[in-house]
């Protein structure tokens, strides 16, 4: 199984820019869908962006869709969240998450329910401050 492990994450003018990665372990190409979750100190973690396997399929929380980018690269096995145009309600604490590609399905959007099973590996965490 493989394991993540996020960038130190930072803090951010708010306006500005800031890029997460997520590195893993092993192989994620071909085998993985992944995604970004956000947390707040006593909320649910929820769901920010998840891509396909080959890349070629993103999808992002309402919240933040226009704002962030979700790509990764199946060659480095590395994955990444672009945050451009930061808002404070964007702080928090950052997980990426890698879930099994399931043969004849499709990866499920950040908000799907899928992503709260337990085949679901998790990252560490890494937080991101966002000031005025």
């Known amino acids: 199984q493989i394991q993540l492990r996020e960038s130190p994450g930072g803090s951010v003018q708010a306006g500005g820019s800031l890029v997460l990665s997520c590195a893993s372990s092993?192989?994620?190409?071909?085998?993985?869908?992944m995604a970004w979750f956000r947390q707040d100190p006593g909320k649910e973690r929820e769901g920010v962006a998840s891509i396909s396997t080959a890349g070629a399929r993103q999808y992002y929380a309402h919240s933040i869709k226009g704002r962030f980018t979700v790509s990764r690269d199946n060659v480095k096995n590395i994955f990444y969240l672009r945050m451009t145009d930061v808002k404070p309600e964007d702080a928090g604490m950052y997980y990426c998450a890698a879930q099994e590609w399931r043969p004849g399905g499709s990866c499920p959007h950040p908000l799907d329910d899928n992503w709260k099973m337990s085949d679901v590996t998790w990252g560490q965490g890494t937080q991101v401050t966002v000031f005025s």
């Open positions: 092993g192989r994620i190409s071909a085998y993985y869908c």
